[in-house]
């Protein structure tokens, strides 16, 4: 499985943007960027995918360099509700793919 | 829309009791649904992956005959734990996914499961 290095943990003041790098140097050409996010005590939220092109939705953005080696989840305001942990995970378009999670990033917004 | 319940959200039992999970796509036909198992402080774990009206396939490492799965429907999968032991005490989170893999999971709000 192709695998993902994000750093342990960011901080962040509310309001400002936030910007989470992912590196994937071994992704495949049909391997998609998928993020989600965790709060404490609950399971995980889907934020983003995509698999070339730069990504909108209303929680974030997902930028995804050229060469597709890393990529960068933006929060463009940070809010409290942020604060949790964030995963980047590239999954395989077959039908029987899985996620497979692995530390993520602790983002902890201050007032 | 793409809600997944997950019911009990917290469950006490004694040594020896087997305790069923279940996991619901409310608004969605689920095509693969996955279990997973997260102890505190660390990541998510997964367990296995089901396919509705097919037997789970299980990570390795995971005794199939202490965790039985089974995917009656595509809006309902459920995960029992046998003979539960202290040790199996973790929070229990299953996810939904409709379509391919290139589509999200779904995930529940998961299952905190205590054995005494």
């Known amino acids: 499985d192709a695998k993902t290095t994000q750093p342990n943990s960011m901080e962040s003041n509310e309001e400002e943007p936030v910007h989470l790098p992912c590196n994937h140097s071994t992704i495949s050409g049909t391997d998609y960027i998928h993020w989600y996010r965790q709060l404490p005590s609950q399971g995980p939220e889907y934020v983003i995918h995509?698999?070339?092109s730069n990504v909108n939705n209303r929680m974030a953005s997902l930028a995804i360099a050229e060469d597709r080696k890393s990529s960068t989840l933006i929060l463009h305001r940070a809010t409290l509700r942020d604060a949790a942990v964030y995963y980047c995970?590239?999954?395989?378009?077959?039908?029987?793919?899985?996620?497979?999670f692995g530390t993520g990033t602790r983002l902890q917004v201050f007032p | 829309g793409a809600v997944v319940s997950q019911h009990p959200s917290w469950v006490i039992c004694k040594s020896g009791t087997s305790v069923k999970i279940e996991c619901r796509s409310l608004d969605f036909q689920a095509t693969t649904m996955f279990w997973y198992r997260q102890f505190p402080k660390q990541s998510l774990m997964l367990m296995a992956t089901s396919n509705e009206g097919s037997k789970a396939t299980y990570e390795q490492g995971v005794e199939k005959d202490k965790f039985l799965i089974n995917h009656a429907s595509l809006t309902l999968s459920t995960l029992t734990v046998t003979s539960a032991h202290p040790e199996d005490s973790s929070f229990y989170i299953c996810s939904a996914r409709m379509g391919t893999a290139a589509q999200p999971q779904h995930f529940g709000d998961g299952t905190r499961l205590s054995i005494l």
């Open positions: 995509g698999l070339t």
């Open positions: 995970i590239l999954r395989g378009a077959g039908n029987t793919d899985k996620l497979i």
